[in-house]
């Protein structure tokens, strides 16, 4: 079974520039998260979908940050412009909805830096 | 504020000692404990989780819980060189969404 792909791995930008990563979950995994870590940090939930439906976006900083999970599937987190301050691993998770006790599969990431 | 607590380390352990690794939290309502391991430069891999008070083995590896305590540990018997990594902390409160901590760095000396 395929584990959560994440693309691009590694993205080098200058700042005010945008930026897009993409996650494609294990096949049947309904929820879906996007975490940050940042170095010598444990991971961040930005959002949790529920299929399509963003059900918790609260630590998303919605000035520059968006996602989207069109068909419930895939999803797209973009950032525009990039700070500095953006630099960080961006970890894709999945789960099953109704897994009980919420284990997550995280993706191999998606390392930013913002020069 | 769900809150997970983990000495950051490094914990040094010799090979083939128990690596003895805490966490403690502050929500009472957390249902589920995880704990990740995360090597250098790769994302977090699920070990276990635990949920109900008391010991849950699995291998070489036993986490514990004690919910009145708000405490969850980490036990890694025999350790080995390959055990070296971050080891996360996380609950899950009811929400499928986890909650980490900042990780303990294990070291383990051949």
């Known amino acids: 079974e395929a584990g959560v792909v994440q693309s691009p791995r590694y993205k080098i930008i200058e700042k005010k520039q945008p930026v897009a990563f993409w996650c494609n979950p294990i096949?049947?995994?309904?929820?879906l998260y996007w975490y940050l870590q940042n170095l010598g940090q444990g991971p961040e939930l930005l959002i949790r979908y529920e299929n399509e439906e963003a059900v918790d976006d609260s630590q998303l900083p919605k000035d520059r940050f968006s996602a989207e999970r069109l068909k419930g599937v895939d999803s797209t987190l973009k950032i525009q412009p990039a700070e500095l301050g953006d630099s960080a691993v961006y970890l894709c998770?999945?789960?099953?909805?109704?897994?009980?006790?919420?284990?997550?599969?995280f993706g191999e990431g998606s390392r930013l830096t913002v020069l | 504020q769900k809150e997970v607590e983990q000495n950051s380390g490094p914990l040094s352990v010799p090979e083939g000692a128990i690596a003895s690794l805490n966490c403690t939290y502050s929500d009472r309502g957390s249902q589920s404990f995880f704990w990740y391991r995360q090597y250098s430069g790769k994302s977090p891999e699920l070990i276990m989780f635990?949920?109900?008070?008391g010991d849950k083995e699995d291998g070489r590896f036993t986490a514990q819980l004690n919910k009145a305590s708000q405490y969850v540990s980490l036990l890694i018997r025999d350790s080995q060189p390959s055990d070296s990594a971050t080891y996360l902390c996380a609950l899950n409160s009811g929400y499928s969404t986890l909650t980490f901590g900042k990780g303990t760095m294990l070291l383990v000396s051949p």
């Open positions: 635990i949920y109900s008070n």
């Open positions: 998770a999945s789960s099953l909805s109704v897994a009980g006790h919420g284990e997550l599969f």
């Open positions: 096949s049947g995994h309904n929820t």
